[in-house]
């Protein structure tokens, strides 16, 4: 039965954002919600109850948030400024910790429990924990290679993402703006292979297994590759998107990678069914900018969330919640509900057969 999403929740709090909503993100229980805001503050949410736990109020926009993988108690953050801030929560209280990281916003991070990768415009470092609040620098990647279309253009990080394989224990995958994708192998840090793209990658997601990615192009909108053996990518879907606002867009997959949703800068927002090609429309009051997105699916009950940041410069903006529900389709069943029974010539005859002798024996 196919799932349609409704909303749940707006988040909100006279403490909480007082700009738009830069990024959002599940903690790996999906109890927990961050969200980071132009206004330099970091919200931790309650996600059954709604409420505002824990708040950091920083100097600087919060433009990327990364969880560690292995509890809810610790989220790293990439500040506009160029600082990467560490946040360990405890019962009611948040202690921070930062360090300056680069020249640039960082505007990317990818944390997978022992290395922090962050992406800064052109920088690409990766970091490791050599204390409680303290990291160490343990790589600097080179700048893509270029070619004869792109040697002008700016290199800007625009995604990064940990994952496995059978030969490479850990690899580093980067997405650039006009310079394609990248891999690094954790043993060597050295750029094992480079991928090119037609187009330009304003944001991208890898499924779990590394078998499919979504691309925000800023020419046309999403797109969808199959990641054969990390070499080489295979388009299978595209999904026209309003991209004429210039804006990042990010895309996200979900249920397992199995349906896709995207944001939008005119209140269009969608998601797809990656096996129907169906796609649902998330409704928004007003043109409004979507451009922070994260998925979760709760297992132990069984439930798709997606919690998606506003961005409305200048006024609060809420995180809002959407929440799965199954949903049937009256119209596949308006025969049965709403059209009366025919009867069979014979049914007919035996009933007026019996009409008639039930009145011979009367009279």
């Not at 403490?15 to 229980?29: E, L, R, T």
């Not at 002008?152 to 006009?178: F, Q």
Request: charged letters at 20%; hydrophobic letters at 40%; one cysteine or more.
């Amino acid at each position: 039965m196919p799932l349609q999403y409704q909303q749940l929740a707006k988040l909100s709090h006279p403490k909480g954002h007082s700009d738009g909503i830069a990024m959002v993100a599940f903690s790996p229980s999906g109890l927990l919600l961050a969200s980071g805001g132009l206004d330099g503050r970091l919200c931790v949410w309650d996600v059954d109850s709604g409420k505002l736990r824990y708040v950091f109020s920083g100097k600087s926009a919060v433009l990327s948030m990364s969880w560690d993988l292995l509890g809810d108690e610790h989220i790293v953050c990439g500040m506009e400024d160029g600082t990467i801030a560490s946040m360990t929560m405890s019962g009611d209280s948040i202690s921070v910790s930062g360090f300056w990281a680069h020249r640039s916003p960082v505007e990317r991070l990818a944390y997978n429990g022992t290395y922090l990768a962050s992406g800064a415009q052109e920088e690409l470092a990766v970091w490791s924990r050599s204390g409680k609040e303290s990291w160490k620098l343990v790589s600097e990647a080179g700048p893509p290679p270029k070619t004869s279309h792109n040697t002008a253009d700016d290199v800007i990080v625009t995604s990064l993402h940990w994952i496995e394989t059978r030969r490479r224990p850990v690899v580093l995958v980067a997405t650039y703006m006009h310079h394609g994708i990248i891999l690094i192998d954790q043993k060597t840090w050295q750029r094992f292979r480079s991928i090119s793209f037609a187009g330009s990658i304003a944001d991208a997601d890898l499924t779990g297994d590394a078998k499919l990615l979504g691309v925000s192009n800023m020419l046309n909108g999403f797109e969808v590759f199959a990641f054969k053996s990390l070499s080489e990518l295979e388009p299978l879907y595209s999904f026209n998107q309003d991209v004429s606002s210039g804006c990042t867009i990010p895309i996200r997959f979900i249920h397992g990678g199995n349906a896709l949703v995207g944001g939008t800068s005119d209140g269009k927002m969608h998601v797809w069914d990656l096996h129907t090609l169906r796609k649902q429309h998330l409704p928004f009051n007003g043109n409004v900018e979507v451009l922070a997105i994260s998925g979760h699916y709760n297992q132990e009950r069984d439930a798709f969330l997606i919690a998606t940041g506003v961005l409305n410069r200048g006024s609060p903006s809420p995180v809002v919640l959407w929440k799965a529900q199954e949903y049937v389709d009256r119209r596949q069943f308006s025969d049965v509900l709403e059209r009366p029974a025919k009867r069979s010539m014979l049914s007919t005859a035996m009933l007026w057969l019996t009409a008639i002798l039930v009145i011979y024996f009367i009279s």
